[in-house]
């Protein structure tokens, strides 16, 4: 009778069982079948109470992303669905194995009772996908855990382990262990029988809205909008709480719905969804299947104990990972170790570890000065200086040492990793593995495979990618991959913009202000003008051909303002303040009169469009020469590693936004208005021309 839910007796229990691989999402057969079953238990005089479980699954990830724009409203759709249940005449426990997300910890609520196993996590992940939670969850956990916790908790996104729900009182009970969880729950629901407890429990805050100070949604407002810069669900989340404080549940159940559609209509959510899809589609590489073999790694080597080794180190031990850090000299080893260990020991002050778990990663990270303590490794990784011949005499060694199937990956971040492959007789073995500073920190990760790299490389490296908590994204073989490629020509007309008028200061709020974490110019400040410039080394030569070409900043490097390392760059740096700099200014008047650029008052606009397009320009290039496989690959890179704003979806779900041809136009508009600087880098990809000539509004090279 039912396909995707298990219905069972136990005497007077009715056990409903989900089982909708692989995480029981609330598509439209299960909520039609939930249903069924739930007026089936409703029905039968034999039935006295309810448990609903997660068989051999979670217990639910929600409703159906996928469904959206579909399915996700036809009836029963979930918010109605969940009303019927909480309207149960019989006690209804809901057990909760694994997770309960979104539209699944509303199904929990639903229920008049909740018991969950140790380790399950319990969370409304809406706020990430620019949506509110839309069937009930806004106004029944201010009710079950009062007001103020349950806006932390809708805003956050991030789940609550079980063990605080309890505390919050989201959970009633905790069994002991998700295998006990059933049997737990149908004791549960005999104990609430027995007790001859209601259906549906008097709320512990009735009326939540009652113990909040004055004023406080619009204080609560005014307090976090600025971290919420131009998302909308946020406001939206926080607007179906207030009504949850002020209005009977009925209405504000209503009014939730209203608000939900609102967010589910804006191109925010389209453009998080469309994250949300690409992050599982960016592990899928055409000809790697689970059925292909992967290399058995069981200890990594690192060469190069700087910030960038010592965070790699840390990836591995995090994950109980033996590894051995080489240096060339004592003292850097000695440092490099003593400084993860003091990057363990402030994630232990702020609760992150306990002291036990640093001691248990210190005591995973051996150091040594002897490249033959590599030769067992099963992956090394190298982060030594950003150099060929560097990197060539580390490759030649690792050749020699290294036993056969070991895999030989390279941290570079522009370097040629076919030419590095090459210095070895393995060049199948060798793969680039580009993580972001600080390595231990930023999710991304550039998967580089060579032209030669095998399958089972490729595919190991992004299942360990993902071990560690990476987002592995596969890029093949250029300069600077995926992520620095495109921050070439976007920075370039940055720096081009000081020369024609524009400051630092506005340049950056524009960039600021459409959503990136930061502004280019003073991200180059964090990262050092002297690394952008010996980064674009490889590129000076082939571009003599635009003498203004990042020339500010070549300028600053010769006067060894470095930026906040220096306390110098494109502005001044007084401890954390940064000032704009007159001196900069002025130089960039200097630089403009010498080559004969014309100044003039440059719109914001301008700014926006000639830095977003070239972005973009890139990033279509990029993928149609299959550097990457999928724009939304691209996406991943830059809203990962690069802080493009999440709810603009990337840069070219962006373009998509914009609208291709709006894009394309500009491109030609700045390449006549530019004169010879236009003619030398506004020429359109083939690929853009080819989708808008096609009437495309999407970025795809199939
Ligand atoms: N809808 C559709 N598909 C989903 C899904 C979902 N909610 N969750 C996961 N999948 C698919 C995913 O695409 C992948 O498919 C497979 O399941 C395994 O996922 C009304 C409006 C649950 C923590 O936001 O956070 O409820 O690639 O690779 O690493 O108020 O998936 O195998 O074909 O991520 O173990 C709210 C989103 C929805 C949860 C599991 N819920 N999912 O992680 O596996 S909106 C969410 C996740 C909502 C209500 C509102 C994670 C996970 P494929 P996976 P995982």
Redesign the pocket.
């Known amino acids: 009778m039912y396909t995707l839910i298990d219905y069972s007796l136990d005497n007077e229990l009715a056990l409903i069982g989900l089982s909708r691989a ?2 029981n ?1 609330l598509g439209l057969t299960l909520r039609q079948e939930l249903q069924a079953a739930f007026r089936q238990a409703s029905s039968d005089p034999a039935v006295k109470a309810l448990v609903v479980y997660g068989r051999g699954l ?1 217990f639910c ?6 469904e959206f724009g579909g399915a996700a409203f036809d009836a029963p759709a ?1 918010p109605q669905l969940l009303i019927e249940l909480a309207g149960s005449s019989k006690p209804m426990v809901a057990a909760i194995g694994g ?1 309960a ?4 910890l ?1 199904l929990a609520m639903a229920c008049g009772y909740r018991i969950s196993e140790p380790k399950a996590r319990l969370g409304f ?2 706020i ?2 620019g ?1 509110l ?3 009930g ?1 806004t106004q029944r956990l201010p009710r079950l855990i009062g007001a103020e916790a349950a806006l932390e908790t809708i805003l956050a996104g991030q789940p609550l382990h079980a063990e605080r729900a309890l505390e919050l009182g989201l959970a009633d009970h905790l069994a002991d262990s998700a295998d006990e969880l059933l049997d737990a729950a149908r004791a549960y629901a005999r104990e609430l029988l027995q007790a001859g407890a209601p259906a549906q429990p008097a709320y512990p805050h009735a009326e939540p809205g009652v113990a909040l100070p004055d004023n406080f949604f619009v204080d609560y407002t005014a307090k976090k909008s600025g971290q919420w810069k131009g998302q909308l669900a946020p406001h939206l989340a926080l607007e179906a709480v207030r009504i949850a404080c002020e209005q009977p549940l009925d209405v504000g159940l209503a009014r939730e719905q209203e608000l ?1 559609l609102e967010a589910m209509d804006s191109p925010q959510f389209q453009a998080l969804r469309h994250l ?2 690409a992050e ?1 589609e960016a592990g899928k590489v055409p000809g790697i299947d689970a059925s292909l073999p992967l290399r058995p790694i069981g200890k990594v080597a690192v060469i190069g104990a700087g910030t960038m080794g010592g965070g790699i180190a840390m990836n591995f031990a995090n994950i109980g990972m033996p590894v051995v850090l080489l240096e060339q000299k004592r003292e850097a080893l000695d440092r490099g170790l003593a400084q993860i260990r003091k990057n363990y020991e402030i994630s232990a002050k702020r609760g992150k570890l306990t002291q036990e778990q640093v001691e248990q990663r210190m005591a995973l990270l051996a150091g040594t000065l002897d490249y033959a303590d590599l030769a067992d490794a099963d992956l090394v990784i190298e982060a030594v200086f950003e150099s060929m011949e560097v990197k060539r005499q580390v490759f030649v060694t690792l050749d020699e040492i290294c036993k056969p199937g070991a895999i030989l990956a390279t941290n570079t971040s522009t370097l040629d990793v076919d030419q590095i492959a090459a210095f070895t007789r393995r060049p199948q073995d060798v793969i680039g593995l580009h993580f972001f500073s600080p390595a231990n920190v930023m999710r991304l990760l550039e998967v580089v495979r060579g032209k030669e790299t095998a399958l089972d490389v490729l595919a190991t490296a992004l299942k360990l990618g993902k071990q560690i908590g990476k987002l592995p994204v596969v890029s093949g073989v250029c300069y600077g991959f995926i992520g620095n490629r495109m921050l070439e020509p976007y920075a370039r007309e940055a720096h081009r913009l000081l020369l024609e008028g524009a400051t630092p200061a506005q340049i950056d709020r524009v960039l600021t202000d459409l959503g990136l974490n930061m502004g280019v110019l003073s991200m180059y400040d964090l990262v050092g003008i002297d690394v952008g410039y010996l980064i674009r080394t490889p590129l000076r030569e082939a571009l003599a051909c635009d003498p203004s070409y990042y020339r500010l900043a070549d300028e600053l490097y010769a006067l060894g303002r470095y930026g906040q390392k220096t306390g110098r760059g494109m502005y001044i740096y007084e401890g954390r303040e940064r000032h704009d700099d007159p001196e900069v200014l002025a130089m960039a008047e200097r630089l403009a009169a010498e080559l004969g650029i014309q100044r003039r008052v440059i719109s914001d606009q301008e700014i926006h469009d000639r830095c977003l397009f070239m972005l973009i320009n890139e990033g279509i290039q990029i993928l149609d020469e299959g550097i990457a496989l999928r724009a939304g690959d691209i996406d991943l890179v830059w809203t990962c590693g690069y802080g493009f704003p999440t709810w603009l979806g990337g840069p070219l779900h962006y373009a998509g936004q914009l609208g291709l041809d709006h894009v394309l136009a500009g491109i030609n508009q700045y390449r006549a208005l530019l004169g010879a600087y236009g003619e030398q880098w506004f020429k359109p990809a083939a690929l853009l021309e080819q989708l808008v000539a096609a009437g495309k509004t999407r970025i795809s090279k199939d």
């Open positions: 692989p995480v999402a979670p990830a929600g409703a159906d992303i996928a979930l997770l997300l979104g539209g699944g509303e992940p809406e990430t996908l949506l939670p839309g069937a969850g939900f949300f899809f599982r």
